[in-house]
């Protein structure tokens, strides 16, 4: 079964012949080899790629499909999600090939039987074609770049295809042309993301810090203005001892003593709401 990235493997060399980002025969030039992998996609992609795969056979049923066509989608759901008996595994043979005319990857299921009664088993081999369409990304600083997602799984049984989603999600490529962009992978997105959301981090915690200083500067040029006109108005300065006035007062938290040159004098402390010093006790 597959639910986790990491449950999605390679295919046996010994079996298919070939690695699955090696190179393989020509499918018609028998002389000639063709890369397995044609993206910058590392294994790890690969594994999630096919394992978010698996959400495209939810709406598969038996019914959908006739003969071999039929066997080998049971065989494929059942390496995904073991709907019957858990007979079927699944293997990556070929990573993402043809990615500029006919994106995707190669799938190779093995679905074994077992003869309880002599001990034997007999296995069944489906080679499904996994096509994956490429999805723009359109976070910050990444206008450039895309993720791929499956979007259709086909298999071929003498010369007829069959497809599931019968209609698959048409392959995307900015500027119609994917070759003009560069591939990134999941984790490589998710940096980027985390990269991002930590910058916003830092921008808003020194913007506040900014606003504070602001708002403090501010606050105490209004208090000293209002000193100003205290004195003007009412012949009365900030008492200052060795203690007075308090830090806080220029923060508009505590109050402080203005007085004459006799002495004489109040409390005063800032009020946010009339935006004057106020007498207080």
């Known amino acids: 079964m597959i639910t986790m990235p990491e449950d999605v493997l390679q295919a046996d060399e010994g079996e298919v012949g070939f690695s699955w ?27 999630r790629i096919v394992c978010n795969a698996g959400k495209l056979l939810t709406s598969w049923t038996s019914e959908k499909h006739t003969g071999k066509g039929k066997q080998a989608f049971r065989a494929l759901k059942d390496a995904y999600d073991g709907s019957n008996k858990q007979r079927a595994v699944l293997r990556v043979s070929k990573g993402i090939h043809q990615p500029e005319t006919n994106p995707h990857l190669q799938l190779r299921i093995v679905e074994t039987f077992f003869n309880n009664e002599d001990k034997t088993s007999t296995s069944v081999n489906y080679t499904f074609h996994l096509d994956v369409s490429a999805t723009e990304i359109t976070s910050s600083g990444l206008v450039d770049r895309f993720q791929w997602d499956g979007a259709q799984f086909s298999y071929e049984d003498a010369n007829r295809w069959y497809r599931w989603p019968v209609l698959a999600v048409p392959p995307r490529a900015k500027n119609s042309s994917a070759s003009r962009r560069a591939s990134i992978s999941y984790a490589s997105l998710q940096a980027h993301l985390n990269d991002l ?36 108005e009412e012949q ?10 308090s830090p806080k007062f220029f923060k508009g938290t505590t109050k402080a003593y203005v007085c004459t040159k006799y002495g004489k004098g109040y409390y005063v402390i800032w009020d946010e709401k009339t935006q004057k010093l106020i007498k207080t006790f």
């Open 21 to 47: 980002d090696g190179t393989s025969p020509h499918p018609i030039f028998g002389d000639e080899t063709v890369p397995n992998k044609e993206t910058t996609m590392d294994w790890a992609e690969h594994q």
């Open 197 to 232: 959301a930590e910058q916003e981090k830092k921008r808003l915690r020194q913007e506040a810090l900014d606003q504070q200083k602001l708002q403090a500067q501010t606050l105490e040029g209004k208090i000293n203005l209002e000193l100003v006109r205290l004195k003007e």
């Open 236 to 245: 009365v300065e900030l008492r200052r001892l060795k203690s007075e006035p």
